[in-house]
């Protein structure tokens, strides 16, 4: 039996995944349930799930750095990523990361039931896609010179599409965590969003003419 622990905000897709998981005839059951990485860490019985379900958009906290909170909380236990995200870059970014998986929330019940029990067994699956890292998204459309970046800022921009926080930021160009942060706030007036996340969609989704 594979007990798996999401974290999701969204309860309908958990009820959704109840529907398709049920102990008594399936190898896979829900053995916790979260709506924040908040709540989450506040669980200290990791003994009772065998592999984390993790929502890649949640309402707080960007995806590369939920991830590494979770992996600091539960060292050892498997991510499979599960979102309705779709971009093969995010793939990327999560596999850099080391998610151990990438789930389609459109997938059906036997996928994910396959994907989990590979990962169980140690494997790392994601789409056929990502083989090599042979499909390869640019994303440059912030170099339209219409939005004034200095170099640095193209830079930072670069470094954090890639999945990089501020303090990784600041290392890679030798900078206080301060300048970075200071610099991520410029950036966010000048594409018209208010947090990271944001910034973050609308970056990975700009057209690059």
Do not use: C
Not at 186 to 209: A, P, Y
């Amino acid at each position: 039996m594979i007990r798996i622990f999401i974290i999701e905000d969204h309860k309908v897709t958990i009820a959704g995944l109840r529907t398709f998981f049920r102990p008594s005839r399936d190898p896979v059951s829900i053995a916790k349930t979260s709506n924040t990485i908040e709540e989450a860490l506040h669980i200290d019985d990791p003994d009772s799930f065998d592999v984390i379900l993790l929502d890649l958009w949640l309402p707080s906290g960007e995806p590369v750095e939920n991830y590494k909170k979770i992996t600091s909380k539960f060292p050892g236990k498997p991510i499979v990523i599960y979102t309705g995200e779709t971009s093969v870059h995010w793939q990327r970014i999560m596999y850099k990361s080391g998610a151990k998986g990438f789930i389609n929330k459109d997938a059906d019940k036997s996928f994910i039931e396959n994907t989990l029990e590979r990962v169980i067994q140690g494997e790392t699956v994601y789409s056929p896609l990502m083989s090599g890292y042979q499909t390869k998204r640019i994303v440059e459309g912030y170099k339209n010179p219409k939005f004034g970046l200095t170099k640095e800022q193209e830079e930072i921009i670069k470094l954090f599409i890639d999945g990089l926080d501020a303090k990784d930021i600041a290392g890679k160009l030798d900078r206080n965590i301060s300048s970075i942060n200071k610099q991520l706030k410029k950036i966010r007036t000048i594409f018209e969003v208010s947090t990271n996340v944001n910034l973050l969609k609308k970056l990975l989704n700009m057209d690059v003419s």
